[in-house]
Nanobody
Framework: QVQLVESGGGLVQAGGSLRLSCAAS????????MGWFRQAPGKEREFLAA????????YYADSVKGRFTISRDNDKNTVRLQMNSLAPEDTAVYRC???????????????????WGQGTQVTVSS
């Protein structure tokens, strides 16, 4: 099986930055995509960003493009999400996810991702 463990969440003031990490362990795959999602209370889970582990190709939701950056650390089997210019509306539980059958796609749908982390809370105060 696969385990995904997020870290790096916390409380930050508006305009500040946070860097989330997601450490993956367990089975390995020849081609896969790591994604970041978030879910605020009363709202649906929202796609944020995805990265193909082999190629490094990335894709972002319009809501975070230019503010968030997804990256991977091959040596540590970790994907990160650098979040800048945070606003109160970014407050949510952030979760990483693994898509082990991506083909050539960077999927944005939650249904494409087979494994999920438990999540880390990000709270942005005004």
């Amino acid at each position: 099986q696969v385990q995904l463990v997020e870290s790096g969440g916390g409380l930050v003031q508006a305009g500040g930055s946070l860097r989330l990490s997601c450490a993956a362990s367990g089975r390995t795959f020849s081609n896969y995509v790591m994604g970041w999602f978030r879910q605020a209370p009363g709202k649906e889970r929202e796609f944020l960003a995805a990265i193909n582990w082999n190629s490094g190709r990335t894709y972002y939701a319009d809501s975070v493009k230019g503010r968030f950056t997804i990256s991977r650390d091959n040596d540590k089997n970790t994907v990160r999400l650098q979040m800048n210019s945070l606003a109160p509306e970014d407050t949510a539980v952030y979760r990483c996810a693994l898509d082990i059958h991506p083909g050539s796609m960077l999927h944005t749908s939650t249904r494409a991702y087979e494994y999920w982390g438990q999540g880390t809370q990000v709270t942005v105060s005004s």
